[in-house]
């Protein structure tokens, strides 16, 4: 065979093989972000969508006048069915706009036992569906609220969870109808055996403050680029994991002997109530 038939023929076989590839396909819920009272509560409610079956769900849209636009636009034109609310809590910032939503879109809600015009409140570790992909498990966290449920959700190998204002970014919320006990198994008995690689998606935008009181606290490589993170990017839900708080947020690492030898106690409840002591006089 000459040189110029076996490089034809080379040639032809791999654009054969090129032609029959099949290429695997990354399948991943789509999640959209909707910032509410910017500058104020910096408060985030989220369009979750399986993007097989356009169906969706909205967490948290507690101020219509930001979420009804997205929700009718996206509606109206096709690319989402919108199937349910869910809510995190029953704070007014989270919860408040269900009357509102309700009548634009009438919808079943799930949510904590106090949540406005709720209809489902799911028992802990619970599973329900969003579409024909992802997979809905809520897990309740009181402490924050004692009807606060956190939702982790997957697709595939995509995993999330909304945490409300149970675990921020870097931080956690205060404990106004619960203890440090409960807020200690919330965020590291609970969401802690989350897989490391689930992406956080909490109800507020608080990220800047709270490395301010985490320097405080400790010094670590994970909170400097938290630090650089949140002063370059105006936005940092969904950009960090479960497995990242465990390394730069202070109220998960209440074994950490520096935070211990800091706030004078060992046992993990009495730091993280001294933590959120701290944390509400600074």
Not at 55 to 63: L, M, N, T
Not at 192 to 201: E, F, G, I, M, Q
Not at 231 to 250: A, L, P, S, W
């Amino acid at each position: 065979m000459s040189l110029l038939a076996a490089t034809i023929r080379q040639s032809s076989r791999y654009i054969s093989n090129q032609s029959v590839a099949h290429p695997s396909i990354t399948r991943a819920m789509h999640i959209q972000s909707i910032p509410m009272w910017e500058g104020t509560g910096n408060n985030y409610a989220y369009l979750v969508v399986d993007d097989k079956t356009k169906e969706a769900v909205i967490i948290d849209p507690a101020h219509p006048p930001e979420v009804l636009p997205v929700l009718k636009k996206q509606t109206e034109d096709g690319s989402i069915k919108l199937t349910q609310i869910i809510n995190t809590h029953h704070h007014n910032d989270h919860a408040g706009g269900n009357s509102e939503i309700l009548e634009q879109f009438k919808l079943p809600i799930i949510g904590g036992k106090d949540c406005a015009k709720v209809t489902n409140t799911p028992a802990h570790k619970s599973t329900f569906s969003i579409g024909e992909s992802i997979k809905v498990t809520a897990l309740h966290t009181p402490c924050h609220t004692q009807d606060s449920i956190c939702y982790f959700v997957e697709d595939g190998t995509d995993k999330a969870v909304f945490t409300g204002d149970t675990l921020f970014i870097g931080g956690c919320g205060r404990f106004f109808e619960g203890s440090a006990t409960e807020m200690h198994k919330a965020l590291n008995e609970v969401l802690a055996s989350l897989p490391d690689d689930t992406k956080v998606y909490p109800g507020h935008e608080y990220t800047k403050g709270n490395v301010r009181f985490a320097k405080r606290v400790l010094q670590n490589d994970a909170i400097k680029k938290l630090e650089e993170f949140a002063q370059n990017n105006k936005e940092t839900q969904g950009k960090f994991t479960i497995g990242d708080e465990k390394k730069h947020n202070v109220f998960m690492r209440v074994n950490d002997p520096a935070i211990q030898a800091l706030v004078g106690h060992t046992e993990p409840v009495e730091v993280m109530k001294t933590l959120r002591e701290m944390k509400d006089r600074a």
